[in-house]
């Protein structure tokens, strides 16, 4: 689809294809692991597609998908799209919208331009398919993503609200404790809250489970509460992403 050369590194943009259904699994894992980081009372860990409904999505032309990939053929990022019109509606005109459902770099090639590239190259083909706009939803627990939209030129259409009317439904029993604190569980407890929290992912992302293990290890050994060493990823993620003049992600 694009050529372009950045830095020391020449980035492709095209079509994803199925040879690239695996790759673009580890990629959504990352995008999950922030969200579940900045919002866990709604999002799990676990992957937004299967392999099989992303070999379906590949081929639907109305939601299409990009990577971005380096000389060595390297899937570095992606873009999902939706195709949105409103036909026939009561208000709402017909115009023509590209959604940008999800957008994501590999947390090591962040600050390379792989995000700029990409978001370029669907703005591109917006344009060639005769869209009047390109749109977006982003939660504002992910500051890198709202830091870098705001850079590419974006501004907000609407504003979506919430009002958290109660805490989660207390868990009282020893295996599945009231609270996560560490003054408030055993080691045993803890161990089990990381293990069921991370286990989504072991079927779908080698070595993913063990890495996550490992820094919440600090959490079942009692040294840090988990809510800091989600602080800690978080911030480390979104320090990746505050390079305006490179790209996001």
Wanted: with cysteine; net charge negative.
């Amino acid at each position: 689809m694009a050529e372009i050369r950045l830095g020391g590194i020449t980035l492709r943009t095209r079509r994803a294809t199925e040879k690239d259904i695996n790759r673009i699994g580890e990629l959504l894992d990352q995008v999950d692991m922030v969200h579940h980081v900045g919002r866990p009372d709604l999002f799990n860990i676990g992957r937004k597609y299967t392999a099989r409904q992303l070999k379906e999505l590949l081929l639907d032309d109305t939601r299409p998908v990009f990577v971005a990939e380096d000389e060595e053929n390297r899937v570095l990022g992606h873009a999902f799209c939706v195709f949105q019109q409103h036909v026939g509606d009561n208000i709402l005109t017909d115009i023509k919208t590209l959604y940008i459902d999800d957008i994501c770099v590999d947390e090591k090639a962040r600050g390379q331009g792989v995000g700029r590239t990409l978001y370029d190259a669907v703005i591109a083909f917006a344009k060639e398919s005769g869209c009047y706009n390109v749109t977006l939803n982003v939660w504002t627990c992910n500051e890198g993503a709202l830091k870098f939209y705001e850079t590419m030129g974006l501004k907000p259409q609407k504003i979506g609200m919430e009002k958290i009317l109660a805490d989660a439904p207390a868990k009282e029993s020893l295996s599945e404790p009231a609270s996560f604190l560490i003054a408030e569980t055993t080691r045993e407890q803890r161990k089990k809250i990381v293990e069921e929290s991370i286990g989504n992912i072991s079927a779908t992302c080698d070595g993913c489970m063990a890495g996550y293990a490992e820094m919440y290890q600090e959490y079942i050994d009692g040294v840090t509460e988990i809510r800091e060493i989600n602080r800690r990823f978080s911030a480390r993620y979104i320090k990746g992403m505050e390079r305006p003049s490179d790209s996001e992600f």
